[in-house]
């Protein structure tokens, strides 16, 4: 089955620094990879996500770059603020199959005022 | 819209006692998944049904059951609870069918099991 790597685990910025989390997958048939962001006491929120026919996908502060021939993904914040600090999950799965995602386990991310 | 929320919020359990986790949504969402969350090690799914009356096992079953009579409800029972499943469980919903796949999740369910 599908493995998905996160790296790294956390991460500690300072605002209006840049943070980026790298996730590695093994099944060359997934073409669906989310992103959710999960803040402290909350539920996980999808904040972007990439189908394996594009690159790169871009919303405001955030970017997500794919690599399928490496089998990676990332996701690019800029200019961080505190209201970014949470924990991100990456996932990856097969749209138009079954549709089971495998998540990484997550990176802590902290933005120093 | 509601959307998908799950009760109770949060449960201190016996050792040995059986509960039953709900999870219902509004959303006509054809897929519903249970995830159970632990410290470092992400959302780990437990059982997981593409459509009403039909289920399937996720990565971690074992001491769980579900049942899919309707659309809208996902229950999870743990007939037999022990301390290792003390954890958050987040049931989740998607239209895998539509045109987006996105996971909704619910609120959550503290269990701790004593």
């Known amino acids: 089955g599908e493995n998905v790597e996160q790296h790294p685990s956390t991460l500690s910025v300072q605002e209006g620094d840049s943070a980026v989390i790298k996730c590695t997958y093994s099944d060359s048939a997934s073409n669906y990879f989310p992103w959710y962001k999960q803040e402290l006491g909350k539920r996980p929120q999808l904040i972007i996500d990439?189908?394996?026919?594009?690159g790169e996908k871009k919303d405001q502060r955030i970017a997500v770059t794919l690599n399928k021939t490496a089998k990676h993904f990332s996701l690019h914040i800029t200019e961080t603020q505190p209201e970014d600090s949470a924990v991100y999950f990456c996932?990856?799965?097969?749209?138009?199959?079954?549709?089971?995602?495998?998540f990484g386990r997550g990176t802590s991310l902290i933005v120093h005022p | 819209t509601a959307g998908i929320t799950q009760a109770p919020t949060s449960q201190i359990l016996a050792a040995g006692r059986s509960m039953t986790l709900r999870c219902t949504q509004d959303m006509r969402h054809n897929a519903m998944y249970w995830y159970r969350q632990d410290l470092g090690l992400g959302l780990r799914l437990i059982h997981y049904?593409?459509?009403?009356?039909?289920?399937g096992k996720g990565e971690v079953p074992d001491g769980y059951s579900v049942s899919r009579a309707n659309t809208d409800d996902f229950p999870l029972t743990l007939a037999s609870a022990v301390p290792s499943q003390t954890s958050v469980y987040f049931c989740?919903?998607?239209?895998?069918?539509?045109?987006?796949?996105?996971?909704?999740f619910g609120p959550g369910t503290r269990l701790t099991v004593l």
């Open positions: 996932a990856a799965s097969i749209r138009g199959g079954s549709y089971i995602p495998t």
């Open positions: 989740a919903s998607s239209d895998v069918a539509g045109s987006t796949d996105t996971q909704y």
């Open positions: 049904s593409n459509t009403a009356g039909t289920t």
């Open positions: 990439i189908r394996s026919n594009v």
